[in-house]
C-alpha cells in the first residue's frame, strides 16, 4: 500500500500569510492530488498532477497553487490566506495510467489548518 | 456533469446489526465507484472499489456493495456492524477519459455510528 505523509499535521496562520503544505509519497506514483474537506461538502479537489513538472486544476482552485518539483512531492501553496480556507487538507497518489483513466487513490493523514 | 448523493448525513444502528449506507450517482454511462471509510483524524481508507463485472463486490472488513445501473446506486452493506466500525464512509465515483481523469467525485459522507 502507498505511503503518503503529509506536513505539518497542524497549522495556524493569519489572514494575509502565506501557507505551504506539504505532501511526500514513497511508491513512485505519478498521479497526485490535493483536496479539502469541509463538512457537508465531502472532498473537493483543488489541485492534481500527473507527474513532476506538471499541474492541472481542479474544482476549486482559486486562492491556491500547486507545486510539483518531483515524482514524491507535491505542495499545495496559499500566497494570501483567508479565513475561507480553513480546512482539513488531503493529499492522495495514484498510478493510473492516463490512457486508462481509474486511479485508486490513497490518502494521507491529512492537514488541519486554521486561518485567524 | 457527474456527482454523488449520500442521502443520509448520520446512521446509527445497535452493534450486531446489519447495515446498508446509501449511494447514488448521477452520470451518463457507468462510472467507476469507490467506498472509502474515514476514521476519527485519520485519512481516507480504501474499502472496495467497482470497475465492471458483477455487480456486487466485496471489500475489506466483510464490507460489501451493489451497484445497480437501473437505480443508480452503489450502496454499501455489512451483514453484522461492530462498535469499531463507527467513522464516516464516502462514496466517489470517477469516470473515464475527459479531462481530468482518475479524478474522484466525492459524496458530502455519511457518518455511522455503532452503539455497543
Known amino acids: 500500500e502507498a505511503a503518503v505523509t503529509q506536513s505539518p499535521r497542524n497549522k495556524v496562520a ?35 498532477s500527473y507527474g513532476a513538472g506538471s499541474t492541472e486544476k481542479g474544482d476549486i482552485p482559486d486562492g491556491y497553487k500547486a507545486s510539483r518539483p518531483s515524482q514524491e512531492n507535491f505542495s499545495l501553496i496559499l500566497e494570501l490566506a483567508t479565513p475561507s480556507q480553513t480546512s482539513v487538507y488531503f493529499c492522495a497518489s495514484g498510478d493510473a495510467a492516463p490512457a486508462w483513466g481509474i486511479d485508486t487513490q490513497y490518502f494521507g493523514p491529512g492537514t488541519r489548518l486554521l486561518v485567524l | 456533469a457527474q456527482s454523488v448523493t449520500q442521502p443520509d448525513a448520520r446512521v446509527t444502528v445497535s452493534e450486531g446489526a446489519s447495515l446498508q449506507l446509501r449511494c447514488k450517482y448521477s452520470y451518463s454511462a457507468t462510472p467507476y465507484l469507490f467506498w472509502y471509510v474515514q476514521y476519527p483524524r485519520q485519512g481516507l481508507q480504501l474499502l472496495l472499489k467497482y470497475y465492471s ?18 437505480n443508480s446506486s452503489f450502496h454499501l452493506q455489512k451483514a453484522s456492524v461492530h462498535w469499531s466500525d463507527s467513522a464516516v464512509y464516502f462514496c466517489a465515483l470517477s469516470i473515464f477519459g475527459g479531462s481530468a481523469l482518475g479524478r474522484l467525485h466525492f459524496g458530502a459522507g455519511t457518518q455511522l455510528i455503532v452503539i455497543p
Not at chain 1, 505519478?30 to 472532498?43: A, P, S
Not at chain 2, 463486490?57 to 451497484?67: I, K, L, P, T
Request: glycine residues 12%; charged residues 15%.
Open chain 1, 14 to 48: 493569519v489572514t494575509g500569510g502565506k501557507v505551504t503544505l506539504s505532501c511526500n509519497q514513497t511508491n513512485n506514483h505519478n498521479n497526485m492530488y490535493w483536496y479539502r474537506q469541509d463538512t457537508g461538502h465531502g472532498l473537493r479537489l483543488i489541485h492534481y
Open chain 2, 53 to 70: 463485472g458483477d455487480p456486487v463486490v466485496q471489500g475489506v472488513n466483510s464490507f460489501e456493495a451493489e451497484f445497480s445501473k437501473s
